[in-house]
């Protein structure tokens, strides 16, 4: 379910992947392993205070269902972070461990390294997304005028790094023609009916404001007129630039940035129709989406891993950098905090196009209204600690 709220950081140096495949390898590196410019600093466990937080067995429950996820449709890049192999060593010892065992698994079958990012003004920097529940219906009428379109059968997603012969490699997705690829149209013209029948309405929402909270977040659920919820899932994009409208909004200085939240500014849309129409328009990115039945209640959608999001507990990460399923140390306050609790372990689940750097996160609050507030008001700095499993040689899984 990737996202699309704020964004920080960079990318991995060719040295930098090298550098960590030689530590994860077992040799002695030259330098310290590095990952997105940022140096993994060797941690004890004892000397991060409260780990692993007040419920352990949280943290291994969104780590199970990563581990038992169908591969992700789309391929991360071989590079990144997390060897697989041990990976898959650690997801195999954790199917028989106890609840009351889960903080005694992390650290036997984890190391704890530090992200520390050399001339950083903060640690690291943590949002919130959260899962959006809408009224909408499965047919158009006068209170459902406007449409979520199903994927396109032209569009060509592509994988980070993947581009095509003669397209902006700054594209993230193409439009298949008849004489190769080009770029695919942007929101605006898409709107205006650049798609033509190949805009497949798969439901029908009251306004381009609930759509545009739909996009942004990536996913949600939706109340039909007769009481059922449906889940309406990521199914691509059109691979052009993000603009974030709320970012707009304050700086054309209709609102101020102090006290913005989701329902602020999503209200100010609503109240002011034409000028709404244009901010949204200038966010050239569009996502297309499927259906699927709301399985569990307590869950959230899968993610870019595959796996349901566990409210609390799922963290999208830089998918160029770090691999799903690895566990991480978020040092600091965060949202539903229990007394006394001075961080929380989370797994790396999802993805985002903004959320960008190794120490950049994104933490999934759950579902509904409530959800969206906490989402809205996390934003906050916090220090990066990334569990890597320990190597497998010499040793049975």
Partial sequence: ???????????????ATLLFATFLAGSAPAAPAVVGGAVLTPVPFEALPGFPG??????????????????????????VAGDPAALSAACAAAAGVAPEAAAAYFRDRFEAFRVVRPGAERPGFLTGYFEPELEGSLTQGPDFPTPVLARPDDLVSLAPGETRPGLDPALRAARAT??????????????????????????????????????????????????RAVRILYDGRNGQPYTAVAKLIVQEGHLPL???????????????????????????????????PVEDP?????GAANAPLAPGRSLAVDGALWRYGLPFWLAGPLPGAAPGETGRLVVAADTGSAIVGPARGDLFVGTGAQAGIAAGNLRDVVGFVVLLPKPIRGRAP
Wanted: net charge positive; proline share 11%; hydrophobic share 45%.
């Fill in 258 to 292: 102090e006290g913005l939240t989701l329902d602020r500014w999503t209200a100010w849309l609503r109240g002011h129709p034409e000028t709404a129409r244009r901010l949204i328009r200038a966010n050239a990115s569009y996502i297309f989406f499927r259906l699927a």
């Fill in 1 to 15: 379910m990737p996202n699309l709220r704020a964004w920080s950081g960079g990318f991995p140096t060719a040295l």
């Fill in 298 to 302: 307590a869950l959230g959608p899968p």
């Fill in 54 to 79: 007040p419920d352990a067995a949280a943290a291994l429950d969104a780590f199970r269902r990563v581990c038992a996820a169908p591969a992700p449709p789309t391929p991360q890049p071989a590079a």
């Fill in 178 to 227: 008849a004489d190769g690829f080009g770029p695919y149209p942007d929101r605006a013209a898409i709107e205006d009916g650049a798609l033509g029948a190949r805009a497949q309405p798969i439901l029908w929402l009251r306004d381009g404001v609930d759509l545009l909270v739909l996009q942004v977040q990536g996913s949600g659920r939706v109340r039909l007129p007769d009481g």
